[in-house]
């Protein structure tokens, strides 16, 4: 059973920083891809970052790129979205997930497993 739980949402002002975690349980955390993605209201859900499987390779959406930073603990079983320079448009529930392979992917399809997500609010 693989298991993905985020946690540091909250409220941010603009400009402010938030760190978000993933925590994995249940299969060996290292030997797959980890990414984020997030849903803002009357959207769909969208990419925002990936990280390969042994942490030497990152993507980052247009979006977000400069500005947010996606890492990983692999001994802690945990994966980190460090997001500066944070605009009010960032508002989203952010979902941790996980690949069923080691290719770096940014579609949703690409992820078999889901964390149950997690709000981040970025007041003007």
């Known amino acids: 059973q693989v298991q993905l739980v985020e946690s540091g949402g909250g409220l941010v002002q603009a400009g402010g920083s938030l760190r978000l975690s993933c925590a994995a349980s249940g299969r060996t955390f290292s030997m797959y891809v980890m990414g984020w993605f997030r849903q803002a209201p009357g959207k769909e859900r969208e990419f925002v970052a990936a990280?390969?499987?042994?942490?030497?390779?990152?993507y980052c959406a247009d979006s977000v790129k400069g500005r947010f930073t996606i890492s990983r603990d692999n001994p802690k079983n945990t994966v980190y979205l460090q997001m500066n320079s944070r605009k009010p448009e960032d508002t989203a529930v952010y979902y941790c997930?996980?690949?069923?392979?080691?290719?770096?992917?940014?579609?949703?399809?690409?992820?078999?497993?889901w964390g149950q997500g997690i709000q981040v609010t970025v007041s003007s």
């Open positions: 997930a996980q690949t069923d392979g080691p290719t770096l992917r940014v579609a949703e399809v690409g992820y078999a497993y």
């Open positions: 990280i390969s499987w042994m942490g030497g390779s990152t």
